[in-house]
């Protein structure tokens, strides 16, 4: 089946590896905060593409809505909230604008646009995927980014409560991948890294557990390493 994907912070990373994955199969509408023009990954030709930064999480949403109306899309079967930031610090001390920044992109945004997009999922008896973190439990040098995501922990559990029946709600927590966040962040992994998670990899095994729509699942190396990236069923 064919089916109405929208993917957020798909203009690079695990969601655009995410969406190339399934636009071969699903019509796919992707938003990210870049410039189409500024995309110089490999971005697949069936994607719509919406720039929408969720830095300001309210115009976010009402670009968002405007770009689903625009494409005549009445329902969604799946939703990925996937957009998010943050930054490395040290002794837990940040500034005020970039811990507002971290809370509105991962957290404010989230919840505004869960709420917004439920009638859609609703139609279609739909999925709504939020991408968490390993680091929601804790993590040294990124505290509120910890934070943020620990509260979309939290927030995931009351959806799937309030919403069950009519909208399966899952959080997916992945594990260190190969990306430009942690350099964005300010972070140096090091020698760390050439054992990170490649994009590619990570966006199977998020279809898998997608598709399986069990929640929480941490995408860990253990996980990756058991298979995780080719073992599980397609949506």
């Known amino acids: 089946m064919r089916r109405k994907i929208l993917i957020t912070g798909g203009s690079s990373g695990i969601g655009l590896a995410l969406a190339n994955r399934l636009s071969a199969r699903h019509d796919v509408m992707v938003t990210g905060s870049r410039d189409c ?13 919406v720039q929408a930064s969720q830095s300001d999480p309210e115009a976010a949403v009402k670009i968002i809505a405007e770009a689903l109306l625009k494409a005549g899309w009445v329902k969604l079967d799946n939703v990925v909230l996937n957009a998010g930031t943050g930054f490395a610090v040290k002794n837990a001390i940040d500034d005020v604008e970039r811990v507002r920044q971290t809370i509105d992109i991962n957290l404010t945004a989230t919840i505004l646009l869960s709420r917004t997009l439920y009638p859609w999922l609703a139609k279609a008896e739909g999925t709504l995927t939020i991408v968490g973190s390993v680091a929601h439990k804790g993590q040294t040098l990124f505290p509120v980014y910890a934070a943020s995501k620990g509260a979309l922990h939290g927030f995931v559990r009351a959806l799937r409560s309030e919403w069950r029946g009519r909208v399966a709600v899952q959080i997916l927590h992945p594990g260190p991948t190969k990306t430009d966040m942690h350099a964005k962040a300010g972070h140096d992994a090091g020698r760390l890294r050439s054992v990170f998670i490649r994009p590619s990899s990570m966006a199977a095994m998020m279809e898998y557990a997608m598709s399986s729509k069990r929640s929480p699942l941490s995408l860990s190396f253990l996980k990756y390493y058991l298979g995780g990236s080719i073992m599980g069923k397609r949506l």
């Open 37 to 49: 023009s500024e995309i110089t990954e490999v971005f697949s030709p069936n994607l719509i593409y």
